[in-house]
């Protein structure tokens, strides 16, 4: 593994433990040349995949992608970091074990969007309201009262 900050590709394992419910392997790492100390996640890949896009585009998959959008869903909530990691991980491995390698942006979306709502109902809200490109706040009032129960006050 190269160092991430002088480059060096001599590195070594300091330490190794499971993480996200034993899906990764969390590695300590060490860098001889600058003394450098960083972490590194390694992961179980079962294919690659390819997402094609409402406009015919395709692209690769990145975790890294989806991660960001749904901590930006998640942000300020009481989410703990490691329950939003697992939920990560399973929605990558739902995409993986579906077994096709291109899967179009839409059915991503109504992944994550399925499971935010069962975790969080203002990430899940917060998430639709780019998803589905609210434009204004009749936008958000129709969704959100399609989440109230029939008769609750409003």
């Known amino acids: 593994m190269r160092c991430p900050f002088c480059g060096n590709v001599d590195t070594q394992v ?3 433990r499971p993480a ?4 990764a392997i969390r590695r300590r790492r060490f860098c001889p040349a600058c003394g450098g100390r960083f972490t590194t996640y390694e992961r179980v890949q079962l294919r690659d995949l ?5 406009s015919g585009r395709r692209e690769d ?3 890294e992608k989806l991660a960001r959008s749904i901590r930006i869903a998640m942000q300020k909530r009481p989410i703990e970091a490691e329950r939003i990691d697992q939920m990560i991980s399973g929605i990558v491995r739902r995409l993986e074990s579906m077994g096709e ?3 179009p ?3 991503i979306g109504e992944i994550v969007m399925e499971t935010l709502a069962r975790i969080d109902t203002v990430a899940y809200v917060r998430f639709a309201s780019v998803y589905k490109n609210f434009q ?3 936008d958000f009032d129709g969704f959100v009262s399609e989440l109230r129960p029939a008769g609750a006050p409003e």
């Open 14 to 16: 300091k330490d190794s």
């Open 20 to 23: 996200e419910d034993n899906v």
């Open 50 to 54: 390819v997402v094609i896009k409402s």
């Open 61 to 63: 998959f990145e975790r």
């Open 101 to 103: 390698t291109d899967i």
């Open 105 to 107: 942006s839409k059915v």
């Open 136 to 138: 204004t706040a009749d």
